[in-house]
């Protein structure tokens, strides 16, 4: 059973930055592709990023040019550099990959439990 840990969030100021983490851990065979989504307050969760095993980014446009998703596959490791965050940034944020636990099943996605970002002075 694959597991993903998110850490990093906490409180941070307008204008502030922040990095996100997350680690697969488990048996895995291959890891395809990891996101970042996050979901306000009242509202439904959105993608926030994107990024294939071979590196091809997706955004939001709401975050482009101010966050960045990176991966590493030799670490089964996920993270979100956070710039210029603003207030309506407030959010949980979590981290999703499709895997593929063997090579004889089919690969499923799998969710992390979620870490808070709140942006506020």
């Known amino acids: 059973q694959v597991q993903l840990v998110e850490s990093g969030g906490g409180l941070v100021q307008p204008g502030g930055s922040l990095r996100l983490s997350c680690a697969a851990s488990g048996t895995m065979f291959r890891i395809y592709d990891m996101g970042w989504y996050r979901q306000a307050p009242g509202k439904q969760r959105e993608l926030v990023a994107t990024?294939?095993?071979?590196?091809?980014?997706d955004y939001a446009d709401s975050v482009k040019g101010r966050f960045t998703i990176s991966r590493d596959n030799a670490k089964n490791t996920v993270a979100l550099q956070m710039n210029s965050l603003k207030p309506e940034d407030t959010a949980v944020y979590s981290c999703?990959?499709?895997?593929?636990?063997?090579?004889?099943?089919?690969?499923?996605?799998?969710w992390g439990q979620g870490t808070q970002v709140p942006v506020s002075s």
């Open positions: 990024i294939t095993r071979d590196g091809s980014e």
């Open positions: 999703n990959a499709r895997v593929q636990s063997s090579i004889l099943r089919p690969s499923v996605t799998v």
